[in-house]
């Protein structure tokens, strides 16, 4: 019943967040000049109001798992540690 739907619904944002997460590495090696820290979606933008400006759109991306592609959002080492001490 309820569980079973709470499950996958919690599932489904751990597993996207864990992909996100693996994505950082890659991007990290593909854009090595911006070291990029933090990769987010698009809904984390929405959620997080004016903090948002500290973000920088890559565009949209294939996510494993997922069916249609997200856009994708990150930042990079200086700032995260900032926003780190900030939360």
């Given at each position: 019943g309820s569980y079973r739907l709470n499950y996958t619904a919690i599932g489904d944002v751990v597993n996207t967040?864990?992909?996100?997460?693996?994505?950082?590495?890659?991007?990290?090696?593909?854009?090595?000049?911006?070291?990029?820290s933090c990769v987010?979606?698009?809904v984390i933008i929405d959620a997080i109001g004016p903090?948002?400006?500290h973000?920088?759109?890559?565009?949209?991306?294939?996510v494993r798992g997922k069916k249609q592609r997200?856009?994708?959002f990150y930042t990079n080492e200086?700032?995260?540690?900032?926003?780190?001490?900030?939360a």
């Open positions: 967040a864990s992909r996100l997460e693996g994505l950082t590495k890659v991007f990290s090696e593909t854009y090595s000049e911006t070291k990029v987010v979606s698009k903090m948002h400006r973000f920088s759109a890559m565009g949209e991306h294939d997200l856009d994708i200086r700032i995260y540690s900032t926003l780190q001490k900030v």
